[in-house]
Nanobody, 123 residues
Framework: EVQLVESGGGSVHTGGSLRLSCAGS????????IGWFRQAPGKEREGVSC????????YYADSVKGRFTISRDNAKNTVYLQMNSLKSEDTAIYYC????????????????WGQGTQVTVSS
């Protein structure tokens, strides 16, 4: 069964750090681009970051550039999102997703989704 499981969420104060993990199973993880999305209450789900399936190219939303870093360890079927200098506006449920495309930048391009993990940043 295909699964994506996020972990690492929690509550931190402004300026703190968290590292989210996305563990995949039931599919050929190395062949999929992996993206992170987030959704705050009353807001649309937005793309945060993506890492390609091939050359490891990365993409970041302007709102997180310089603060977040995405990486993948294909031997562990896991993608990470290191989040530093967290702000209150980063508060959201964070989802990881997998795409058969080498590079995917829109939610409609993703095939599998995790259940989400809550990140709360207090001022």
């Amino acid at each position: 069964e295909v699964q994506l499981v996020e972990s690492g969420g929690g509550s931190v104060h402004t300026g703190g750090s968290l590292r989210l993990s996305c563990a995949g199973s039931g599919f050929t993880f190395v062949d999929y681009a992996i993206g992170w999305f987030r959704q705050a209450p009353g807001k649309e789900r937005e793309g945060v970051s993506c890492i390609s399936s091939s050359n490891g190219g990365t993409y970041y939303a302007d709102s997180v550039k310089g603060r977040f870093t995405i990486s993948r360890d294909n031997a562990k079927n896991t993608v990470y999102l290191q989040m530093n200098s967290l702000k209150s506006e980063d508060t959201a449920i964070y989802y990881c997703a997998a795409s058969t495309l080498s590079v995917a930048t829109h939610r409609d391009e993703y095939d599998y989704w995790g259940q989400g993990t809550q990140v709360t940043v207090s001022s």
